[in-house]
């Protein structure tokens, strides 16, 4: 009986490679590819797009009002009967008027200043899209790195369920040549069979990271990272504030709630426009000529109005409002730093210790096994070893991947990843 559940066991782990080859092959990108495919089909992002054009459509109205314009008319005018006295007719029974006006601002500083407060517009609406964009970019990065972290411990049970099956057929060829027993051997199964579920489990949380890096891709379907990606630690220096896409938004937010402010005063300067209008009447009469133009210049000047005081007042705290949204960015923006850069300090030191506490436990198992082999100790202790190394090596993975999360999260934190 036990030959057979040996069998059944051995063959259980040696057909799944074939089942999981026979499933549909997942789609492997690589990490840039990842962080573009990501930025191009995120619905956030072309939503942020949106609000670039926005703001351009809105300096170009502005422009429009600085700009001529021109309008044409006909009018066909009917009356009764053709008005005049003895034999002359001063007004036409039916008469067509053709008529042209063309105006243009000649002084409109109010309006003027409007383009430049749109061009600001459209930088803040760039800036803010690129900081979408850094915040798309990161979350796909670190579900890249999610995956990567997944597959490192898939890697690790195989290896444990590698050395539980090893232990698993010494003991059963000792039970059959009489020197091994029972006992032993239901162990080293029990020991099998947990890595075979913990295997399980971790492939499942693999799945599961593929399914969520092909969510952040658009893509229908799970999507598996390729390979581990290198993050260059920068240097500490205090230039990385000016790169950080948040801080750069609200800066240039401020700049432009400023310019808004400084031209508050245009709206007293006075205004002044030209307009030209042609005319031609068919037919004509005594009292109205063929043909006729217009030329009128106009010039007005606010006396007494509360409104841009109004005005004033609210562009003032705009820019209040702004200078503190900045000072709360720029605060965080250097915890974030500090908090990144002492993870990475950490985060190394925990990985060097983790990776000396997993080849320790290699060489534990190794000289257990080899004592277990000559008779020297029980399987208790054999398993144990196996145990404590899988669990080491599970420990070193999670202090990789802590590790590269760290020098990612610096990347980010310094706004060095965009």
């Not at 992002?45 to 021109?70: G, H």
């Not at 059963?172 to 091994?180: D, H, S, T, Y």
């Amino acid at each position: 009986m036990s030959a057979v559940w040996r069998m059944l066991v051995i063959a259980g782990v040696a057909i799944w490679p074939a089942v999981a080859a026979g499933q549909t092959p997942v789609r492997t990108v690589e990490f840039d590819e990842a962080v573009r495919l990501a930025v191009e089909r995120n619905p956030t992002m072309s939503s942020a797009t949106t609000a670039i054009a926005r703001a351009d459509a809105l300096l170009q109205q502005s422009r429009a009002a600085l700009m001529p314009t021109v309008n044409a008319s006909v009018t066909s005018v009917t009356y009764d009967s053709a008005r005049g006295f003895e034999d002359a007719v001063t007004q036409p029974r039916s008469q067509v008027l053709f008529g042209a006006s063309a105006s243009m601002p000649i002084f409109a500083a109010e309006a003027r200043a409007r383009v430049g407060q749109g061009r600001d517009n459209v930088d803040v609406a760039r800036l803010a899209t690129a900081e979408v964009r850094q915040q798309i970019a990161a979350g796909t990065a670190r579900t890249y790195l999610g995956v990567i972290a997944a597959r490192r411990q898939v890697e690790v049970n195989e290896r444990a369920i590698e050395s539980a099956r090893a232990h698993l057929d010494f003991a059963e060829k000792r039970l059959e040549g009489g020197a091994g027993s029972r006992l032993n051997q239901l162990r080293a199964a029990q020991a099998l069979s947990r890595d075979e579920a913990q295997l399980e489990n971790a492939r499942f949380a693999l799945h599961q990271a593929q399914e969520a890096l092909g969510l952040m891709l658009a893509e229908d379907g799970p999507v598996d990272a390729g390979t581990e990606p290198t993050f260059d630690v920068p240097e500490a220096s205090d230039a990385w504030l000016g790169d950080r896409p948040d801080v750069q938004t609200q800066t240039r937010t401020i700049e432009a709630a400023e310019r808004v402010l400084q031209d508050s005063w245009k709206a007293w300067l006075p205004t002044a426009s030209v307009s030209f209008a042609p005319q031609a009447v068919a037919p004509a009469s005594a009292l109205s000529p063929s043909a006729s133009w217009q030329l009128s210049v106009n010039l007005s000047q606010r006396l007494f109005d509360r409104r841009p005081a109004a005005d004033r007042a609210l562009r003032q705290v705009a820019v209040t409002q702004a200078r503190f949204v900045l000072d709360d960015v720029t605060l965080r923006a250097r915890s974030e730093e500090r908090i990144a850069r002492q993870a990475l300090t950490s985060s190394e030191r925990v990985l060097e210790a983790s990776r000396r506490a997993a080849e320790q436990a290699d060489q534990v198992l190794e000289i257990t096994t080899a004592a277990f082999e000559v008779g020297a100790t029980t399987n208790l202790e054999v398993i144990d070893a196996q145990l404590a190394a899988r669990d080491a090596a599970t420990t070193a993975a999670f202090a990789e991947d802590a590790a590269r999360r760290a020098r990612f999260d610096l990347l980010v934190a310094m706004g060095r990843f965009k």
